[in-house]
């Protein structure tokens, strides 16, 4: 049977004001409002005149090693300087302690569901110390969200690919086993050897038909080095709009000619970059990677875990702080650090039917705010999630 529900008086991006209809999950109509405000013989739900965005497109998270829901664990400060090797080891020591993985995934998942998140790509660690563990119980917190958000698992060497024995073998196994793309993590001071990383993380790619999503924070000429290496990888394989650098911290500290450059590349490859806009490191510049054609996309990354406490799984505050740190004060650029999580996210991650548009998916976000750069500074709480058409989420939590 045909299930159809009308939103009343939608206030679009564009400042119109619309009546939506809802058909099995679809817009099948836009219209401009008529100025109804009461029940017809269709179930109808009047907005008032909210802003309706697209759900938000949460495009890097780690769902198995966040602790939110579970108790506080007090930030573990390394001994000499930051180390990766070293904060694995202090993640290893707090997930031995902590609650059970599935239950701390779904508090995860719920936050970011109650604040507006529809689409989701999370990072999951498979490597030679806890093996396909983590991916087991990941793949199956999936499926049992599967109704009410979109999930892409990218399958993460935390450990290093060469430097942690049978990573390969199990990255291999966990493409087999569902996930949507091959990670890696900095290939140069990491594992210490760029290609044969690379021809790892390129080689699985190829062989299961699927994308990268690489994090390097790598800085400097030594970061830049290994994203040309990603884009002439991607361009020989054809994969261009597959493929994402996270991070790509190196491009915000080089020079400007050497940016000009690096951005032209990275957008005919067709390699997109995610950032968190994070508070201590330099990470690349949004608008001048935007101006050269680069998808520049967002994501929170870490929230209350081994690596920093902060993080609220709300994409609305990101697009906040990446304007905020971006320096974006005009209109246009606040609705620019708007289109990373939303309209920027969904080409990275290649969603299909996305955006309020006839034929897409009813997944949206009703807030009070006149309009989107004014819902990117004020960050409006009271909000109502709505996933294929049906209420999902009111003001951060989980309806029924
Ligand atoms: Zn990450």
Redesign the pocket.
Known sequence: MTEQTIFLNARLADGALVDLTVTDGRFSAITPAAGRTQATTTATIDLGGQLVVPGFVEG?I?LDTSFYGDAWRPHIPCTDGFDVRERVAFQAQNLAAAAPMAERAKSQLELCIGNGSLAMRS?VMVDGSVGLKHLETILAVREAYRDLIDIQLVAFPQSGILSSPGTPELLDEALRLGCDLIGGLDPASFDRDVWGHLDVVFGLAHKHGVGVDI?LHDGGSLGLFQIEEIAHRTKALGMAGHVAV?HAYALGDIPADALNKAGAMLATAGVSIMTNAPGNHAFPPVAALRQAGVTVFGGS??IRDSWWPYGDGDMLSRANLIGYRSGFYEDRELAAAFDVVTYAGAKALRLEGYGIAVGAAADFVAMRAEHVPEAVVAVPRERTVHRRGRLVAQDGKMAG
């Open positions: 890097h780690h990072h994090h996270s990354d870490n």
